[in-house]
C-alpha cells in the first residue's frame, strides 16, 4: 500500500484569514509604563494611547499640524487628505492594537511626484510623518507615537509591467501582495513571498520591514529579489533604483538600504522584483512528530528526499495547534501529536512531485520516524491545511494578552526556548506556544495570558532577549524592530553597527522626520 493510501485523507474546510479580536496591551522595556492605563479599553477606539501609556516617552521637537498645513496638502492632494479623527482611528491603531497614535492627518498620494513634495513640505516645515502600508505590522512602526502625519500608500497600486521571460514585476508599493500573486499566476508567475497578512499588506511594507514569510525556504529574501525599487528620500529627492536587472555590480547597491529600513530612510514609492515560475503540483503533507528531534529529522529528510521541490517547512507544537480548535474552531486532521511538521512542495510535474512526495512519505513511516500524517494535493484541501498554520497568529490573540517574539536561533537549541519559557512561566500563563518557520531557523514563541499581566512580563523581558543572545540567535527574525522592539538593538547587533545605521540616518534624513521613534535605540 503506498503512503498516500496509509496516511489519512485530509478533510480541513477552508479557512480564510480573518482580522483578530482586539487583544488588551503590549509593553515596552526601557519605557516607564503607566500601569493603570493597562486594561483600559474605555479609551477612545478601545486601545490607550501610546503616549498615555509610556509617559515616559518625549516627543521630538516636530511642529504641529496646523490649518495652514492642511490647506496646503488639500492643495496638493484634492479629496485625498483626510483630518477627521473618526476617520484616522484604524490608521492610528496598529493590526495587534497595542499602539495607538493621535495623528490628526493622514495623506494618501496617487504618485512619486505627490510623495516628493509632501516630503520636501514637511522636510522645509519639520513635520514628523510615519509611511503606512496595510499596516500589519507587528512591532508598532507603522502607526504614530505622537501625532506624525501619516502617509499612505493604499492609492499607489498601479502595476506598470509583468515581463513573463524574465519574471520581473514593477509596481507601485501600495500594490497588496494578495492581489499582485493573482495578477501575475494569470502570467504564469507567483511571488518569491508569502505571508499570512497578504489579503491586506502592501508590497512596499514587505520591502520597508524584509518580511520572511512562508516561501522564504525556496526563494530566499527579498534582499535577493528586489532587483531595483524606487523611493522618496526625507528631503524629497527622489532615488530612482527601479532597476529590472538581475545583474549589476555598478557600486554600492543602494537600494539594499531600504530593505528592511522600516519607513525610516525614505519612502519606497515603486518596486521591481523577480518572480518565479508558478508550480503546476503543490503539495501538502501534514505530519506529527513525538518529539521536536523527530521534527528535524523530518526537516533534514525533507530537505535530502524532496530537494529541488521542497518549498516550505513549517512546525507548530501541540499546545499551539490547540489554540485553533478551541479558538477558532478548525479541525485539526491528525490530533494527538506534540509536534506537527507541515511540508509543502512545489514543482512542474505532478506524478514526479507525488512520486517523489510518496517515496518520501513512505521511507518515514518504514523508519518509524513518522506515524500520522495527512496528504493534501487538491488546491482546496492544501489552502485548508495551510489555514491551520496561517491563522494561529489570531488564535493566539482570541486568548486575551499575547507576548509576542519573532526570533532567530541555531536549530540545536531552538525549541529549547520554549520549553526554559515554559518551566520559568509556570501556570501564570494560559498558552505558552512556539511555532514558525523552522526551515529558516525562525521561532515564533508566544505566551498568553487573560489580560496583560505585569509579572508575567516581567518573567519573559529582558530575559527572552538575554537568552537569545547568548545563544547566538537575533532579537526579530522578519518583523523589525519598529517601535517594540527598537532598544534590545544590542542584544542583535554591535556598537558599531547601529552606529553606522545612526550615521546613515544623520545623512539622509538630518531632520529626522521619517517615522521618528522606531528602529533606532532611543540613546
Ligand atoms: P505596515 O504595517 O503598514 O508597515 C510596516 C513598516 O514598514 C512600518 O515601519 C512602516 O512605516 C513601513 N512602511 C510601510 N510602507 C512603506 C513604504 N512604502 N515605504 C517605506 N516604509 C514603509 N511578517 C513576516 O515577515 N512574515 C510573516 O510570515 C508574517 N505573517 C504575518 C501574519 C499576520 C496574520 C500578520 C497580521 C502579520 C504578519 N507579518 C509577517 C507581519 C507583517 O505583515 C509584515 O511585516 C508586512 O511586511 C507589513 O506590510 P504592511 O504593508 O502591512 O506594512
Ligand atoms: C507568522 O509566521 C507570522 O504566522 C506571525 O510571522 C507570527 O504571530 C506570530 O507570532
Ligand atoms: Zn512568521
Redesign the pocket.
Known amino acids: 500500500m503506498s503512503a498516500l493510501g496509509r496516511l489519512r485523507v485530509s478533510f480541513c474546510r477552508t479557512a480564510w484569514f480573518h482580522r483578530p479580536k482586539q487583544p488588551t496591551w503590549t509593553s515596552i522595556a526601557r519605557l516607564a509604563l503607566n500601569t493603570s492605563r493597562y486594561n483600559n479599553n474605555s479609551a477612545r477606539g478601545g486601545v490607550v494611547l501610546t503616549s498615555e501609556r509610556y509617559p515616559s516617552l518625549q516627543r521630538g521637537d516636530y511642529t504641529a499640524v496646523t490649518d495652514k498645513h492642511i490647506a496646503f496638502f488639500e492643495g496638493l492632494l484634492p479629496g485625498r487628505v483626510i483630518s477627521d479623527v473618526r476617520d484616522l482611528d484604524g490608521y492610528n491603531t496598529d493590526w495587534l492594537k497595542t499602539c495607538r497614535g493621535a495623528s490628526q492627518l493622514l495623506l494618501r498620494p496617487k504618485t512619486t511626484e505627490e510623495v516628493s513634495q509632501i516630503l520636501r513640505y514637511c522636510n522645509e516645515n519639520q513635520l514628523a510623518v510615519v509611511p503606512q502600508g496595510g499596516n500589519t505590522g ?1 512591532v508598532g512602526g507603522s502607526v504614530p507615537v505622537f501625532d506624525e502625519i501619516i502617509i499612505s500608500t493604499q492609492l499607489m497600486n498601479k502595476v506598470f509591467s509583468v515581463d513573463e521571460i524574465s519574471g520581473t514585476l514593477v509596481c507601485q508599493s501600495g500594490c497588496i501582495l494578495g492581489n499582485l500573486e493573482t495578477l501575475i499566476n494569470e502570467h504564469d508567475l507567483t511571488m518569491p513571498l508569502d ?2 497578512a497578504k489579503g491586506s499588506c502592501h508590497i512596499g511594507g514587505n520591502l520597508a520591514t524584509n518580511a520572511g514569510g512562508i516561501r522564504l525556504l525556496r526563494f530566499g529574501s527579498l534582499h535577493g529579489n528586489v532587483l531595483g525599487l524606487e523611493a522618496v528620500l526625507p528631503n524629497g529627492d527622489v532615488l530612482d533604483s527601479l532597476t529590472t536587472l538581475r545583474k549589476d555590480n555598478t557600486g554600492y547597491d543602494v537600494k539594499q538600504m531600504f530593505i528592511g529600513s522600516e519607513g525610516t530612510l525614505g519612502i519606497i514609492t515603486a518596486v521591481s522584483i523577480l518572480c518565479a515560475q508558478k508550480p503546476s503540483s503543490v503539495n501538502v503533507a501534514f505530519v506529527g512528530c513525538e518529539d521536536f528531534p523527530t521534527v528535524l529529522k523530518v526537516l533534514q529528510r525533507s530537505k535530502e528526499n524532496l530537494a529541488e521541490i521542497l518549498s516550505a517547512f513549517e512546525f507548530i507544537d501541540r499546545q499551539c495547534m490547540a489554540l485553533t480548535e478551541r479558538n477558532l474552531n478548525l479541525t485539526n486532521p491528525i490530533t494527538d501529536n506534540k509536534f506537527y511538521a507541515l511540508i509543502e512542495t512545489s514543482g512542474s510535474n505532478p506524478n514526479h512531485d507525488e512520486e517523489k512526495l510518496n517515496h518520501f512519505l513512505e521511507t518515514l513511516m518504514e523508519d518509524g520516524i513518522v506515524r500520522d500524517g495527512t496528504l493534501a494535493t487538491e488546491t482546496s484541501k492544501v489552502q485548508a491545511i495551510w489555514g491551520l498554520r ?1 491563522r ?2 489570531e488564535a ?1 490573540m482570541h486568548d486575551g494578552y499575547c507576548y ?1 517574539y ?1 526570533v532567530s536561533l541555531p536549530l540545536s537549541h531552538f525549541y529549547e526556548l520554549v520549553e526554559v519559557m515554559r518551566e520559568r512561566l509556570g501556570d501564570k500563563a494560559v498558552s505558552v506556544v512556539g511555532y ?2 523552522v526551515g529558516d531557523c525562525n521561532l ?1 514563541f ?1 505566551a498568553t495570558t487573560r489580560e496583560f499581566d505585569e509579572e508575567v512580563m516581567g518573567l519573559i523581558e529582558p530575559f527572552i532577549y538575554d537568552w537569545v543572545a547568548e545563544h547566538k540567535g537575533s532579537i526579530s527574525a ?2 523589525g524592530l519598529g517601535f517594540k522592539k527598537k532598544d534590545f538593538i544590542y542584544h542583535s547587533k554591535s556598537k558599531a553597527a547601529v552606529q553606522l545605521m545612526k550615521d546613515m540616518k544623520r545623512l539622509l534624513d538630518p531632520n529626522g522626520i521619517l517615522n521618528p521613534y522606531k528602529t533606532l535605540p532611543t540613546d
Open positions: 507587528l505571508l499570512g496561517e494561529l497568529a493566539l509576542k519573532d514558525g518557520h515564533h508566544n522578519e518583523h
